[in-house]
C-alpha cells in the first residue's frame, strides 16, 4: 500500500469470461464468421438500417455486472438481452478513462485526448459526421441524448473536413428540465450530477436543443414533460424517457444514448453504485422493447450496449476498488459488448479481445459510410 | 528545472524535519528521474506530520537509494527515464508544489499515452523495494473489526457474502454488550501494546464513550470541519475556470487551521483528518465513505495493530449541489442503504489488512451491530464454515484472536 503500490495483488482477470457467460447464460461460443453478409441475413438494406448506441455508464465493472456475482444485478440483460445478442467479452478501452473523452473515443473510433472537463468538441471526426456527410442525411436523423452539460460538444467535431452543423444533435434531458422547472425542488432528483460535476458546470452554447424544439419537434409540451418527469427517479430514466419520444417523432437512423446515473460510485456508496447498475439494466430493456415496437425500427435497427469504461478492481491497491477508474488497471479498461438486431447471431459470445475504437467503422460498415479516420477494425463477426 | 541543479535552500520552505532529510538526501534527489522525484518529495515534504510506519518507511526507501550501484540505479529507474514530461511540468515549482506536480503529471501521462508505461515501472520501483527493504513485521498480530447495520432493526441482505470464504460466519451471536465489549478489546490492546497510532477507533457516526489509549476519530466529531470545507467547496464550484483539478489543487493547499482542526495540540492527527476531508473523494457527504476511507488510509499509512471501525447511517442521496451546501437541518437517512455500503467497507478493510505485514497472523471480524451475525478470519477459524450454535462476543474474540 506504498506510494507505488508495491502489494499490487495479481490483478489479471481472474474469470475466464467467456466461461462464465455461457455457464450463466446457456450461450454458445462464437467461433468464425458467416458465410453470408448482414444484408443477407438481415433482409434489410443499408439505406434502411438504424443503429442505437448506449452507452452502460459512467463505467462498471465485470463483478457488478457479468461475473457470477454481480449477474443479480442485470436480470434484464441475462435473460432477455443477451439470449438475442452476440456478446463479446473484451472491449478493451487503451485511452483515457474519463467519461466525456472516452464517450468521445467510443464516437469517433479515435483515441481522443481532450480535456475530460473542458468544454470542447472531439477532434476527429465523429460517427455522426461520417454517416451524415457520406450518406447526405439530415440533421435529424442522428441524435445524441447525453445526461449533463458536459457532453454538449459530442455530437461533432472540430476537424477541418467536418465540424460545425455536420454532426448529430445533442439533447441534455437534464438542462432542459432545469430550464422548465426553474430551480422547483420537486425535480431535484431528476437533476442529480455525480461527485465531480458540480465543480464542472460548463454554461451550455452552441446548437443545443432547447425547450422551444421541444414542443415543435418532439411534440410535447413543457407542462406534460414536466409532469411525466414527476414520475420518474432518475437522471438517466429522464434521458430515456426523451430517447423514446425522440423515437417516435424523430425516428432518427443513428441514435446514441449515454447513461451516467452509475458515475454515482465516486462518492464512494457502494449500494448507489449497485442500484444505478440496476436501473441502467432496466432502462436498456426498456429501449430494446421501444425499437421492437416503433414501426419505424422494429426489424430493421441493430443495438449496440457498452460500458464507456469499467472501474479500478479492488485487487489493486492504487485504488479504492469500484469508487474510481484512475489506476488503468486491467478491470478499469477491460469491459464487454453486446449487438441485438438483425442479422445478428444471437445466443452467442465471442472471447477475442476487441478495443473500443472498433465500434466506430463496424457502424460505418453496417449502415454503409466509411469511418475514414478511425483508427479501429471492423468487427467481422457482426458484418 | 533539473534535478541536479537542487541546494539545500530550496527546502528553505518544508518543514524542519522534511528539510532536513531532504538536505542529508541532496546528493540521492539530484539524479532521480523527474517522473519520480516529485512522487518521492509529496512524501518527504509531510515526513513531520506522518506516523511512525510512514516515517520508517521513508527512511529506509531512502537509505536503499543511497546504496544503489550505478548498474543498479539503470534498473530501478531506467523506464521512469522514458517518460517524456511537458516543458510546462519541467518548469513547475515541484520542489515546493510535489503534490500539484503528481496531480498534473497524470493529467500529462493519460493524454500522452504514457500511463500505462508509468504504472509499470512505479509497479516494478514497488516491487523491488519491497525486496530489498522487506516492510517491518508488526509487534503483534493485527486486528481489524468492523461493526456494520447501525439503525437496521431487520435485513434480508445477504451480509459478509465476499469474506464467508476466508472465514467461519456465526449467525446466533448475543448481541449483549457487544460495541462495549470490542472496545474494551481494543483499549486492551493499546495498553498490552502502547505503541503511538497503533491502535484506533474509527466511528462513522456519533463516538462511543472509549479507552484514551485509542486513536479515535469520528464523522460527528468532524462535523464542524465538514461544514467549513463543505463552504470552500462551494465557493470554488463558484469561482471561474471550475473543475474537479482545479478544486483539487485548492484543497491540497489547505491546512488544519483553515478547518479549525488541530486544536487537541496532535498536529500529525489533525493533518490526517484534514486529508480525509479534502483528499477523500465523497467523505464529506456521506458517513459510510468517510468510514470506509478512514479505515483504509489507517491501514495504509498508520499500518495500525488494532482497528475498530464502526459504520453508521448516511444521508440519503439527493442532488450533489444539495448534498455539497451548508445546512443545519438534520438529513434523511438511508440505514438500509448504509448497511450495503458498510458490507463493501468491510470487505475492503479485510483485503486492506491482508496488503499489511503480518497478514497470515492477522485477525479480523465483522459484526451485524444489535443482532445475530458475525464473521471471523484468521489463522485459528475454519474457511468457509457456519455456525449456528449460540455464543457471544467474548467467546467470539477468544475464538477468533
Known amino acids: ?383 | 528545472m533539473p534535478a541536479s541543479e537542487l541546494k539545500p535552500e530550496q527546502f528553505n520552505a518544508y518543514p524542519p524535519e522534511a528539510r532536513k532529510l531532504a538536505v542529508e538526501n541532496l546528493r540521492v534527489l539530484k539524479i532521480l528521474p523527474l517522473s519520480f522525484l516529485p512522487s518521492l518529495l509529496r512524501e518527504l515534504i509531510e515526513y513531520d506530520y506522518k506516523f511512525p510506519a510512514e516515517r520508517n518507511a521513508l527512511d529506509r526507501e531512502l537509505s536503499n537509494l543511497n546504496k544503489l550501484s550505478e548498474e543498479d540505479w539503470k534498473n530501478w529507474f531506467g523506464k521512469f527515464e522514458q517518460i517524456q514530461l511537458s516543458a510546462s511540468l519541467e518548469k513547475f515549482d515541484w520542489i515546493n508544489q510535489p503534490a500539484q506536480f503528481v496531480e498534473q503529471l497524470s493529467s500529462h501521462l493519460w493524454t500522452t499515452h504514457q500511463q500505462d508505461t508509468f504504472r509499470k515501472a512505479a509497479t516494478e520501483y514497488g516491487d523491488r523495494l519491497h525486496e530489498a527493504v522487506p516492510p517491518q513485521e508488526p509487534v503483534a498480530p493485527r486486528l481489524s473489526i468492523v461493526i456494520v447495520g447501525q439503525g437496521v432493526s431487520a435485513s434480508d441482505y445477504p451480509l459478509f457474502r465476499k469474506l464467508r470464504p476466508h472465514g467461519a460466519l456465526y449467525t446466533n451471536v448475543s448481541p449483549e454488550g457487544g460495541l462495549n465489549i470490542l472496545l474494551e478489546f481494543a483499549a486492551n490492546r493499546s495498553k498490552a501494546h502502547p505503541e503511538k497510532y497503533a491502535h484506533w477507533y474509527i466511528d462513522g457516526g456519533q463516538e462511543n464513550p472509549y479507552d484514551p489509549s485509542l486513536v479515535c476519530i469520528s464523522y460527528r466529531a468532524l462535523e464542524p470541519a465538514r461544514n467549513l470545507l463543505l463552504a470552500k467547496m462551494q465557493k470554488q464550484s463558484e469561482a471561474p475556470g471550475n473543475g474537479p483539478e482545479n478544486l483539487r489543487t485548492v484543497m491540497a493547499s489547505l491546512r488544519p487551521g483553515d478547518l479549525k482542526l488541530g486544536q487537541a495540540g496532535d498536529p500529525v492527527l489533525s493533518r490526517f483528518e484534514l486529508k480525509l476531508l479534502a483528499e477523500g473523494s465523497g467523505t464529506q457527504i456521506f458517513s459510510t465513505t468517510f468510514a470506509q476511507w478512514a479505515a483504509r488510509e489507517t491501514q495504509r499509512r498508520a499500518q495500525p495493530l488494532t482497528l475498530l471501525v464502526r459504520f453508521a447511517p448516511r444521508q440519503r442521496q439527493r442532488p450533489m449541489s444539495e448534498m455539497l451546501a451548508v445546512s443545519k437541518e438534520t438529513p434523511e437517512l438511508d440505514p438500509a442503504g448504509s448497511l450495503v455500503d458498510a458490507d463493501m467497507g468491510a470487505y475492503y478493510t479485510w483485503l486492506n489488512q491482508q496488503r499489511l505485514t503480518g497478514a497470515t497472523q492477522a485477525s479480523f471480524l465483522a459484526w451485524f451491530e444489535g443482532h445475530n451475525t458475525a464473521i471471523a478470519i484468521g489463522p485459528a477459524v475454519p474457511r468457509g464454515t457456519i455456525s449456528n450454535s449460540a455464543t457471544d462476543m467474548k467467546q467470539l474474540l477468544n475464538w477468533t484472536i
Open chain 1, 1 to 383: 500500500m506504498g506510494r507505488f503500490s508495491p502489494d499490487i495483488v495479481d490483478h489479471r482477470l481472474s474469470w475466464n469470461r467467456r466461461e462464465f457467460l455461457r455457464d450463466a447464460a446457456g450461450l454458445a461460443l462464437g467461433s468464425g464468421l458467416f458465410s453470408s453478409s448482414l444484408w443477407a441475413r438481415s433482409g434489410v438494406p443499408q439505406k434502411e438500417r438504424k443503429v442505437v448506441v448506449i452507452t452502460f455508464g459512467g463505467g462498471a465493472r465485470d463483478q457488478e455486472t457479468f461475473a457470477p456475482e454481480g449477474q443479480e444485478n442485470i436480470p434484464n440483460l441475462m435473460r432477455e438481452l443477451i439470449p438475442q445478442s452476440s456478446f463479446f467479452t473484451q472491449v478493451v478501452n487503451r485511452g483515457i478513462l474519463g467519461h466525456y473523452v472516452a464517450t468521445a473515443s467510443l464516437a469517433t473510433g479515435v483515441y481522443e485526448t481532450i480535456n475530460n472537463f473542458a468544454s470542447l468538441p472531439p477532434e476527429s471526426p465523429t460517427v455522426f459526421e461520417y454517416f451524415r456527410k457520406d450518406l447526405k442525411r439530415p440533421p435529424s436523423d442522428a441524435w445524441v441524448v447525453a445526461p449533463s452539460n458536459g457532453f454538449n460538444r459530442i455530437g461533432e467535431s472540430s476537424h477541418r473536413l467536418y465540424g460545425a452543423g455536420q454532426g448529430a444533435r445533442v439533447i441534455l434531458p437534464k438542462h432542459l428540465l432545469s430550464s422548465a422547472t426553474k430551480g422547483n425542488p420537486d425535480y431535484d432528483r431528476l437533476l442529480r450530477d455525480n461527485y465531480e460535476t458540480p465543480f464542472f458546470a460548463p454554461t451550455v452554447a452552441g446548437n443545443e436543443f432547447e425547450l422551444e424544439q421541444m414542443r415543435s419537434l418532439l411534440k410535447l409540451s413543457v407542462d406534460d414533460f414536466k409532469t411525466h418527469a414527476l414520475t420518474l427517479s432518475s437522471p438517466d430514466e429522464l434521458s430515456v424517457y426523451i430517447v423514446r419520444r425522440l423515437m417516435k417523432q424523430a425516428a432518427p437512423s443513428l441514435l446514441w444514448i449515454t447513461m451516467h446515473d452509475i458515475d454515482i460510485a465516486h462518492a464512494g456508496a457502494y449500494s448507489l453504485y449497485v442500484d444505478g447498475i440496476r436501473r441502467t439494466d432496466r432502462l436498456c430493456l426498456e429501449v430494446w422493447r421501444a425499437i421492437q415496437s416503433e414501426p419505424e425500427y422494429a426489424g430493421k435497427t441493430t443495438l449496440f450496449i457498452l460500458p464507456d469504461f469499467g472501474r479500478d478492481s479492488d485487487e489493486d491497491s492504487a485504488g479504492n476498488g469500484f469508487q474510481h477508474h484512475r489506476t488503468g488497471d486491467a478491470m478499469s479498461r477491460t469491459t464487454w459488448m453486446m449487438a441485438l438486431g438483425p442479422g445478428i447471431r444471437e445466443g452467442v459470445v465471442y472471447d477475442r479481445a476487441l478495443d473500443s475504437t472498433d465500434l466506430v467503422p463496424t457502424i460505418g460498415s453496417i449502415m454503409g459510410f466509411s469511418a475514414a479516420q478511425s483508427q479501429g477494425s471492423l468487427i467481422k463477426e457482426l458484418l
